[in-house]
Each structure stands twice: as C-alpha cells, then as structure tokens.
Nanobody
Framework: QVRLVESGGDLVQPGGSLRLSCATQ????????MKWYRQAPGKERELVAL????????TYADSVKGRFTISRDNAKNTAYLQMDSLKAEDTANYLC?????????WGQGTQVTVSS
C-alpha cells in the first residue's frame, strides 16, 4: 500500500528556513518522480517543485525559484524540500505527491506558517 508521510512544518519568522520531509513506502521509490505541492486557504493547489526519479533534474514554481530546493535520498525512500528565505506568502499546507500509474497518491500534508 502506497503511503506518504510529510513532516517538518512549523511556525517560522519571515526570512527563516525549514526542511520538509516526505517518507514513503509501498512502491519502488527509485522508479518515480516526486513532487511537492502546497495549498493555502481559499487558493488552488500549486505545484511547488518536482524531482526526477534519478534525482538529476528539478523544476520549481517561479514563486520559489532560488529559495527552495527539492532533493531525495533513494536509500531512505524519502523526498525533501529545503525552504529558505521564507515569506508570509509561503504559508500553506505542503503535500508530497507521486503518480504511480494510474493512481495519484498524496500525503496528509504538513503546515508551514510564516509570520512574525
């Protein structure tokens, strides 16, 4: 059974940093691209970052380029999102995602709140 568990969310001041983790099980981690999304109240879910299965290519939303870094540890079946220079507008529930065809799997999310 595919399972994704996010952790690492917290309340942080503007300019601060957080590292989110997405622990996975139930599928061959090295065979799939991993994604991080976020959703703020009243807003659409937004793709934040993607990393290929090999870990050699990454893609970011324009709003986070240069501040966020997606990575993965294939030995630990875990994906990460390093978030630096956080802004109030980064406040959202952050979710990791994997498409194991034909199903799209999501974790429960981890809340990031950026506020002074």
């Amino acid at each position: 059974q595919v399972r994704l568990v996010e952790s690492g969310g917290d309340l942080v001041q503007p300019g601060g940093s957080l590292r989110l983790s997405c622990a996975t099980q139930g599928f061959t981690f090295t065979s799939y691209h991993m994604k991080w999304y976020r959703q703020a109240p009243g807003k659409e879910r937004e793709l934040v970052a993607l990393i290929t299965k090999e870990g050699d290519n990454t893609t970011y939303a324009d709003s986070v380029k240069g501040r966020f870094t997606i990575s993965r540890d294939n030995a630990k079946n875990t994906a990460y999102l390093q978030m630096d220079s956080l802004k109030a507008e980064d406040t959202a529930n952050y979710l990791c995602n994997v498409l194991v065809w034909p199903n799209d799997y999501w974790g429960q999310g981890t809340q990031v709140t950026v506020s002074s």
